[in-house]
């Protein structure tokens, strides 16, 4: 018997109740599913992950729900390694590859099945089918996913059991799995490693996805433009609700937690309060991203002029981004220093930086020194994918100091930043934040910017206002 709540309203059900609940459901597990379009590229890549760990067993779980309050819970959203070996994104699930005698994996997944009706748990208990909702039969996960499943309560027994099998877990996600395993930390944190190194070049369904977000993020700044003035009359939430709304009409959700920054709010690099006033002559930094049905996200920022034009010092701040930008994105291509397209980007701001007067120069001097990061304050760039910074654990030599290849998603962002408070500038430019973010692709000869349908000069932008602007 699922445990109830306290202070509920019921007793335990009588047996009278339990018998008319047990009975009249019609069968309804499904037949003539095909196996997930995802399916094969998960397998290539299980196999990669394979290559690097032989004899090993490996244990990816895909977590579980998180307490909110009392018996509310956050939106579940499963492990990104899981997701990305799996394309699977059920709860209290895991992937299992266990090594075979011969070489290789055999790889299984833990699935919490469905709930019997023959006793009262699909109807009872906090997460029963009929509170919260059809979960896939097993024969229906191993036909979607192309993989063996199993039954994940009996998980922790089968993984103690096989306890003289080397093991790795990625460690943090599901306490109970985790203490059934006897594993090394350090092993276990190169485990983690080696999963976001798998992620780093995609293949080409992952770019397709790529796509997808970065389009429906488009339309979903050309919405936010088309109800500025909503935005005027109420708060940056306006904006916030806008995109959203977009964002769960063709994915997910939002990738992250949208910055709607008006005014001096877009000197901060992460505000997400996002319930300050819009207010003419003021700009818009907008940074926001759809997140795909199968978790790839975008990452975009603009940066409007309330009132559909820059003021001229607002334009001179906007240009010297979108030259810094341009200088970085310049230097995305394949065979690039990863930290190539940061260096071109932060060189420029510091030049503008030294010719404006606001550091001391010469600006190779400047920059070596790092003092433009007052008003530049963080990198240019990051990976992108089923994360908004993806590959966060990958080696340091793959990621930052490594090389472009082709199927490398990143994000170029440089921004200039001054702060509302900053005396070492002149009045009028204080409060003053500008970002342009755009997200490419490396190329076989060069890169593609996946966002460039929406405009990125100043005159662009104020042609696409004055045209969509409500």
Sequence with gaps: ???????????????????????????????????????????????????????????????????????????????????????????????????????????????????????????????????????????????????????????????????????????????????????????????????????LVKDAWEIGEMRKAVDSTVRGFTDCVGELSRAVATSERWIEGTFFRRARLEGNAVGYGSICAAGEHATIMHWTDNDGPVRPGDLLLLDAGVETRSLYTADVTRTLPVSGTFTPVQRQVYDAVYEAQEAGMAAVKPGAAYRDFHEASQRHLAARLVEWG?????????????????????????????????????????????VLEPGMVLTVEPGLYFQPD????????????????????????????LSDGLPRSAADVEAWMARFAG
């Excluded at 010469?362 to 993806?390: C, E, I, K, N, S």
């Excluded at 190329?443 to 910017?449: K, L, P, S, V, Y």
């Design 1 to 199: 018997m699922a445990k109830g709540r306290k202070n509920g309203l019921y007793d335990n059900p009588s047996e009278e109740l339990s018998t008319l609940m047990r009975s009249g459901w019609a069968d309804t597990e499904r037949h003539g599913l095909e196996p997930d379009e995802q399916a094969p590229y998960a397998a290539h890549r299980r196999a990669a992950l394979s290559a690097r760990f032989p004899g090993e067993r490996l244990v990816i779980p895909s977590g579980n729900l998180k307490t909110r309050s009392n018996d509310d819970t956050y939106p579940f959203r499963p492990y990104t390694g899981y997701v990305h070996l799996t394309g699977d994104q059920a709860r209290d699930g895991a992937l299992v590859l266990e090594p075979r005698a011969g070489g290789g994996h055999d790889a299984y997944c833990y699935q919490l099945p469905r709930d019997s009706r023959d006793n009262d748990e699909f109807w009872i208990g906090y997460t029963a089918e009929l509170w919260m909702g059809r979960r896939r039969s097993l024969a229906e996960a191993e036909t979607v996913l192309g993989l063996p499943c199993r039954d994940v309560r009996t998980a922790v027994e089968d993984l103690a059991a096989g306890s003289g099998v080397p093991t790795r877990i990625v460690r943090g996600v599901d306490p109970a799995l985790e203490a059934a395993v006897t594993t090394d930390e350090e092993r276990d944190i190169e485990l983690e490693g080696t999963l976001s190194d798998l992620r």
């Design 422 to 449: 900053d005396l070492t500038v002149p009045e009028e430019w204080r409060g003053i934040g500008v970002r342009i973010e755009d997200d490419l692709v490396v190329t076989e000869d060069g890169h593609e910017n």
């Design 358 to 402: 606001f550091i001391e120069g010469p600006a190779d001097r400047a920059y070596a020194l790092g003092l433009q990061r007052r008003f530049t304050m963080a990198g240019t760039g990051h990976m992108l994918g089923l994360d908004v910074h993806d590959c966060a654990h990958a080696r340091t030599e793959e990621y930052v100091d490594g």
